[in-house]
């Protein structure tokens, strides 16, 4: 792998003793609803229906329809065409705790430069169903992103991936090596088996008891200790309403049966032994302040303490990857593109114009 850089170049064992330094850190809009309003909320959020139906995305979306197991369902999605095409295309994966409209900064740059932008909901998030015969796997996420290209007429992309959609893009790129011709991963799950590090599996029941009990409150506080490293921006509340506004629904035992299962899907399903397997150019863009440290919450206290946060973990994949390159943000957390839209975009465009000139 070449070495990492954040602006200039970072040393591999510079970045990873940066990393080390978290070690213990404990874990602790819409345009139908205002941004203004949004950025206010503080009490209960507003309900915005469990599949986002009274939140706005910035562009048209649209659904394609799949079938699981003998249910129908429909995967949202936004299909956006610059004004000036330069013939490539950007496919951007959402987290567990983000949906597609959260890309709208990063679109809007792709965009600038050329790119056509497909940004999908997964099954069981935001805007797409959440039906209950699903069994959640990255595999079937994989399949139907897929799918989907096939359907708009896409052969390949750039995959970028945020935090659980890091995992995914790497999942596709396994499973779909011509669709995919570079990846970009920020602050991606995955890049260890926390089972195989001592994480307990924790019952579909006991995890869907957790999600019920999710409000507006709780979720801006995970997100201030975990992705914001205790500096909140007004801005964020929008985001943290989305989410809560879902929870908030008449239907929202569908929202938290869903991200229950995914949790499960998380935890089961790990991706981290084939990192060498992925061929392609792979760039990880880690906001090294991010404590995101998946499943620690339900690990006994001494497999808890020995667990590292994403940052820890991001040198020695990238390592293990034959084309695996290391950008950091010494300064942001889990979401530098929603931290820091301009900083990260230019480092984004950046890195993909290098790619272009190889």
């Given at each position: ?9 970072l040393?591999l064992?510079?970045a990873?003793a940066i990393?080390l330094?978290?070690?213990g850190?404990?874990e602790?809009?819409?345009?139908e609803l205002?941004?203004?309003?949004v950025?206010?909320q ?10 986002l139906e ?6 048209e979306v649209?659904?394609f329809?799949?079938?699981i197991?003998m249910?129908?369902a429909?995967?949202s999605y ?8 330069s013939?490539?295309t ?7 705790n983000?949906?597609?409209?959260t ?11 050329g790119?056509?932008?497909?940004i999908p909901?997964q ?8 039906p209950?015969?699903?069994?959640y796997?990255?595999?079937?996420m ?5 799918a989907l ?11 970028i ?14 499973m779909?090596?011509d669709?995919?011709?570079r ?7 995955g890049?260890t088996d926390?089972m195989?590090?001592?994480v307990?599996?924790?019952?579909l029941?006991a995890?869907?008891e957790q999600?019920r ?8 506080q995970?997100q201030l200790?975990t992705?914001?490293h205790?500096?909140?921006?007004p801005r964020?509340?929008r985001?943290?309403?989305?989410l809560a506004?879902?929870y908030?629904?008449e ?6 049966l869903?991200?229950?299962?995914t ?5 089961t399903?790990?991706v981290?032994?084939h990192?060498d ?7 990880l ?19 808890a303490?020995?667990?590292r ?6 040198p020695?994949?990238a390592?293990?990857?034959?084309q695996?390159t290391?950008?950091?943000?010494p300064d942001l957390g889990h ?7 301009a900083?990260?975009e230019?480092?984004l465009?950046?890195?993909?114009d290098?790619g272009d000139?190889e």
């Amino acid at each position: 792998m070449t070495e990492p850089r954040h602006g200039g170049r970072l040393s591999l064992v510079t970045a990873a003793a940066i990393a080390l330094a978290f070690a213990g850190t404990p874990e602790v809009g819409a345009r139908e609803l205002g941004a203004q309003e949004v950025g206010a909320q503080a009490g209960p959020a507003a309900s915005l229906g469990a599949n986002l139906e009274r939140f706005e995305y910035p562009w048209e979306v649209r659904q394609f329809p799949v079938t699981i197991g003998m249910q129908q369902a429909q995967m949202s999605y936004m299909d956006v065409q610059p004004e000036q095409p330069s013939g490539r295309t950007a496919l951007l994966l959402h987290g567990k705790n983000f949906c597609g409209a959260t890309w709208e900064d990063t679109a809007e740059a792709l965009l600038g430069a050329g790119y056509r932008v497909l940004i999908p909901d997964q099954i069981g998030f935001c805007k797409s169903s959440k039906p209950r015969e699903a069994q959640y796997s990255f595999a079937m996420m994989a399949h139907f992103t897929h799918a989907l290209m096939a359907e708009r007429g896409i052969e390949e992309a750039v995959v970028i991936g945020h935090s659980t959609g890091g995992m995914l893009a790497m999942h596709f790129a396994l499973m779909f090596p011509d669709a995919a011709n570079r990846l970009v991963l920020i602050n991606p799950l995955g890049l260890t088996d926390r089972m195989a590090e001592g994480v307990p599996y924790v019952p579909l029941d006991a995890l869907f008891e957790q999600e019920r009990q999710k409000d507006f409150a709780a979720i801006r506080q995970y997100q201030l200790n975990t992705y914001y490293h205790g500096e909140w921006q007004p801005r964020y509340d929008r985001w943290v309403a989305m989410l809560a506004g879902q929870y908030a629904s008449e239907d929202s035992d569908e929202v938290a049966l869903a991200q229950a299962k995914t949790s499960e899907m998380i935890l089961t399903q790990p991706v981290s032994q084939h990192l060498d397997r992925l061929e392609l150019p792979v760039t990880l863009m880690i906001g090294m302040l991010d404590t995101t440290t998946f499943g620690k919450g339900q690990a006994p206290p001494d497999v808890a303490a020995s667990l590292r946060p994403i940052p820890e973990l991001a040198p020695e994949a990238a390592a293990l990857m034959p084309q695996g390159t290391l950008v950091t943000f010494p300064d942001l957390g889990h979401s530098p593109q929603v931290e820091a839209p301009a900083r990260f975009e230019a480092e984004l465009l950046a890195l993909l114009d290098e790619g272009d000139g190889e």
